[in-house]
């Protein structure tokens, strides 16, 4: 940043041929007079903004730096004290905008134990990867306790059902990332790029596994690769190590071009933002319970014991939301939903509060890019049952002490329904001793019920 900041004064063009108006030569620029021009010159900084030298005019924990408060930190001391990348990844975490930027030890120390290991999952699951045809043979090879790292053990074939869910995440945090690089937003570039994208292959690792379906070679590769050019600008040492030495690149990282993937399916996005909040609700409501039980409160059930999920479906809307799609699709111009306009439509009031978590739904929908013939002909942008379907092995090893799952579909109000069956959708026994909290469900909002076995 000095260098810019003061190179008009320095020298009149580009290549330095000729003395500036400062009348300074290159031998005058020692490093005391660089110290002083790191330390002084905010004033200089106006709007101009670069990653590489940020760190000069920062605050350290929260507070301005200052030699007589002991927090004072130069370019190359915080290098020697946490390396290169670690630093340049607590400066670009640092903050956006012309702020000064707060530069965080924890994480400038967080960061270089996440390199590392992250540095090491990339080399075991590329030298180490041990190559299988099949869910059933990925679940063999891992039950037989001859693979160390079972996350070295990788399908080869087509997409599943979170193959899907991964990739298009993946597509979506380059695309979030490379927009915040083009607008040197290096703290929101830093979060997609690596944050959001290590909790997505986190996400996808365990849900796999979770599922005995094991994680795709293909994608396993292709997250890596994503993975170094996201972090190349940043930690471009950790970046191009992983690109040569690791995914075995002909050449430097430098040479290379960010991915170009195509936009993101918003059916998919839907159906991740199902999944997730679906499994929250149920997780957190068995965590709940866990909790009434320790503080010695009433419980619907035994937490502690071997415990029955059953969850319903339904594929009907409320007859009183037909009112409020048209208030919405009036209220629609293309792009975004006005709910301002919506409320002062509403005939009755009293109703508006009630209704408003659904009208809140739609517009998502509809601003998160699903058609709106979908949306207004109150149509899921994927089928609810065979999502659940999915993710029923995944709950099974994930809530504690789940030893059997039940999904009903509903019918129309919600006060009888039919079993599904979670392998192959087969409709089955016919439920009308439902509990009341079935009627709550709604499509793309299934209620849910835990009793002990």
Known sequence: MAYYTIAPLLHKDIFGKELGPANVKPGHMTLEVWDYVNI?????LGKAHYLHTRIELIITQ?????KSSGNFLTLSAATAKYGAD?????MGDAGDGIEDANFEESVANSSILKLFELKKWCEETIFEAHLVSSAEEYAKVRDSNKVKNTDSIQRTGSFGFFDKIFENELNGLVQQAKTHYGATNYK?????GLYDLTSARDSYRSSTAAADVGMCAELVSRYIEYQALMLAPIAPHWADYVWTEVLKKPSTIQNATFPNVPDTNPELNAQTAYVRGTSSNITSAEGAQQKKMAKGKTVSFDPTKDKKLVIFAQAEYPKWQARYVDLVRD???GLTVDVKTITTKAADKSAVKKAMPFVQSLKKQLEGGISPNVVFNRQLAFDELATLREIVPVLLRTVPKLVKL???ALDEGGKSGVVIDVADGSRGEERSDLPA??????????SFSFENV
């Open 40 to 44: 002084s010159g905010k004033d200089l």
């Open 62 to 66: 929260q507070q301005k730096q200052s």
């Open 86 to 90: 670690a630093a340049r990844v607590a």
């Open 188 to 192: 929101l570039a830093l979060k997609a």
């Open 331 to 333: 209220a629609f111009d």
């Open 406 to 408: 039940e999904l009903v």
């Open 437 to 446: 909290l079935a009627e709550a469900a709604i499509p793309g909002s299934p």
